[in-house]
């Protein structure tokens, strides 16, 4: 007897379950508590060459680490407050979620650049635009942080 049904391909491994250690060492770190959710939202960011929004990272985990939207956010919100990641406020009005490089010399994501893609809407952090930009605020203004963002096309829609 003969099938003509057709075989299925395995299903495809989500990326962020290959960082699953690596997030886990990098909560330790910061002494607060390993939970779940905060080692798989972690892994899927650290998976990403791209910041994600709140969405994008709820999406991402659905079929492996089912957690609930409310808990992807404060996740993401206490990557922020701990310095793991950094958040980009995009022209949608949705942040976006990103990891900070670890060997930088700077504070997290000060004097920090973006680029927008204008095809795909993605972005990316630039990490050679030097840290140091010169600039003069009128006479009284202090800056904490500096936004820089470019725009055009990523190497994908290029």
Known sequence: MTSNAKTKAPPETPAYLSRIAEAEAAIRRTADRLTQPRVAVLACLMSLDHAA???????????????????????????????????????????????????????????????????????????????KLNFRLPSGFKPSTVDLKFRGRCLHCA
């Open 53 to 131: 929004s709140h969405f994008d990272v709820a999406q991402a985990l659905v079929k492996h680490h089912p957690i609930d939207r409310v808990t992807v956010y404060r996740v993401l919100e206490w990557l922020v407050e701990v310095g793991i990641a950094h958040r980009i406020a995009g022209d949608d009005r949705v942040w976006r979620f990103m990891i900070n490089d670890p060997t930088a010399s700077i504070a997290p994501h000060q004097q920090h650049a973006h680029f927008t893609c204008n095809a795909c809407g993605q972005t990316f952090c630039l990490d050679d635009v030097p840290n």
